[in-house]
């Protein structure tokens, strides 16, 4: 397929030139690439929130202004003022991950009966995984 276009040479008079379809040259046209949920989407809408939060008036208590933050600890939990599970999530998996090696000594000792290695693991590490 051509396709007739107005071109501005460099004496600045438009002329008429043909220009060849991508797909004669041999050119194929890719579709953009999707970056919804890669690393740099969630850092983009994560400063964006922040940005929106920096906006709003800040609370008062007493005569102290109060900061406004994006997530709190409240009960132990990490909460997410966006309602994002994923920061208290991943914060429960870096606390266990930290206690199973703390514990990688007594896991890994052939001494113990496997049973009781087990019991531990489940004792300290899961738990800790499933309810900090």
Same mark, same amino acid.
Not at 11 to 16: F, L, Q, S, V
Not at 48 to 57: I, R, T, V
């Given at each position: 397929m051509q396709v007739r276009v107005s071109v501005e040479y460099y004496?600045?008079? #438009?002329?008429?030139a043909l220009r060849l379809n991508d797909e004669q040259w041999g050119l194929l046209?890719? #579709?953009? #690439?999707?970056?919804?949920?890669?690393?740099?989407?969630?850092l983009v809408?994560?400063?964006?929130?922040?940005?929106?939060?920096?906006?709003?008036?800040?609370?008062?208590l007493g005569d102290v202004e109060l900061k406004n933050t994006m997530q709190f600890k409240y009960l132990g939990v990490l909460q997410a003022v966006d309602g994002d599970s994923l920061?208290?999530?991943c914060r429960r998996v870096e606390i266990s991950r930290s206690r199973s090696n703390y514990l990688k000594h007594i896991l890994t000792a052939s001494k113990l009966s496997s049973n009781l290695r087990l019991r531990l693991f489940q004792a300290s590490v899961v738990f800790t995984l499933l309810y900090c």
């Open positions: 004496d600045g008079e #438009p002329r008429e046209s890719y #579709p953009e #690439p999707n970056t919804e949920g890669s690393a740099a989407d969630r809408k994560a400063l964006k929130k922040e940005e929106a939060q920096n906006q709003l008036s800040l609370v008062k920061a208290s999530a």
